[in-house]
């Protein structure tokens, strides 16, 4: 008997050098070169975020259209593999006109160590264990309506300033440009349907502002506000102008609706993709959200 508990002590013992060997090798230390890695992205992100493109060059990126001229760029740095920046760049031609950028800490064992260098421009989680806030350069221009001419609509006032502020990442591309009301193998909500109803409260309050997110420069929101004014077309005596103008703009630019089936990205008409939608119920029932770009 004393000899086979030897044995599994020595068993035990075994077992957890080598799970400790393991953790080792997942979760490696945070050294003073990965901080300097991690403070010049920093750096540039603080003092010249206008040169974005000289941190991502380089990297794995993927573009996606949206429309009237402007196109969002996912990218991904990594310069260490301890801790990595995610992108969201919003482009008009080849310029930056803003972007969203996210840390992506791979061993939440080195959180503590990372933050000094990720402090100057990120914001604390406001939960334990999650990632820093995301960092905006330039949100406002790239949250800003469109030309109304450009969806051919007339030159309604502006709301407030306030609701302009409560609308303003929804507007923006960074709320997700997927088109659409559930996705994955759970069939949870997409993010941008899941970010409009948090606004959709303050929408169906003053349903004028469908006409605001017409002109917005991601396209899964326009494509949400022309469901939004179909699904409640009695609200609009103008509908069969909207139709063969706004409407038919939005569909145009970009002419392919990025959407989810399943887990695969698709691309679809936009006309049938929002009559489809219209048809059905979006609500949150406890599946989460789906956040992809």
């Known amino acids: 008997m004393t000899r086979v508990l030897c044995t599994r002590n020595a068993l035990l013992s075994l077992a957890l050098a080598l799970a400790g060997a393991a953790n080792a090798a997942v979760a490696p230390d945070w050294t003073p070169a990965d901080s300097l890695a991690a403070a010049r992205i920093v750096a540039v992100l603080a003092h010249h975020p206008e040169s974005i493109d000289s941190l991502t060059a380089g990297s794995i990126t993927r573009d996606?259209?949206?429309?009237?001229?402007r196109r969002l760029r996912e990218a991904w740095v990594n310069p260490a593999g301890k801790?990595?920046?995610?992108?969201?760049?919003?482009?008009?031609?080849?310029?930056?006109l803003g972007f969203e950028a996210r840390p992506v800490m791979n061993y939440g064992g080195l959180r503590d160590r990372q933050w000094p260098a990720l402090a100057p421009v990120f914001a604390r989680p406001k939960r334990d264990g999650a990632n820093p806030e995301p960092f905006h350069w330039n949100l406002a221009e790239a949250s800003a309506p469109l030309p109304a001419d450009s969806l051919l609509l007339p030159e309604d006032s502006l709301p407030s300033p306030a609701i302009r502020q409560a609308l303003a990442y929804y507007m923006s591309p960074y709320s997700g440009t997927l088109y659409g009301l559930r996705g994955g193998e759970a069939g949870?909500?997409?993010?941008?349907?899941?970010?409009?109803?948090d606004v959709g409260g303050?929408?169906?309050?003053?349903?004028?502002?469908?006409?605001?997110?017409?002109?917005?420069?991601?396209?899964?929101?326009?494509?949400t506000a022309v469901e939004f004014i179909i699904r409640n077309q009695a609200g609009y005596a103008d509908f069969d102008k909207l139709q063969g103008t706004a409407f038919r703009a939005a569909y145009a630019n970009p002419p392919k609706a990025a959407t989810l089936r399943g887990s695969s990205v698709?691309?679809?008409?936009?006309?049938k993709l929002v009559a489809e939608c219209a048809r059905q119920d979006a609500y949150r029932d406890g599946r989460g959200v789906l956040r992809m770009f």
Do not use: M, W
Not at 266 to 271: T, Y
């Open 202 to 223: 303050i929408i169906a309050a003053d349903r004028k502002l469908a006409r605001y997110l017409l002109r917005s420069p991601n396209p899964a929101t326009r494509l």
């Open 266 to 271: 698709s691309e679809e008409d936009p006309r």
């Open 83 to 96: 801790l990595g920046f995610a992108f969201k760049i919003v482009y008009a031609g080849t310029r930056p």
């Open 64 to 69: 996606h259209p949206l429309g009237f001229g």
């Open 188 to 197: 949870q909500l997409l993010e941008n349907r899941d970010r409009f109803l």
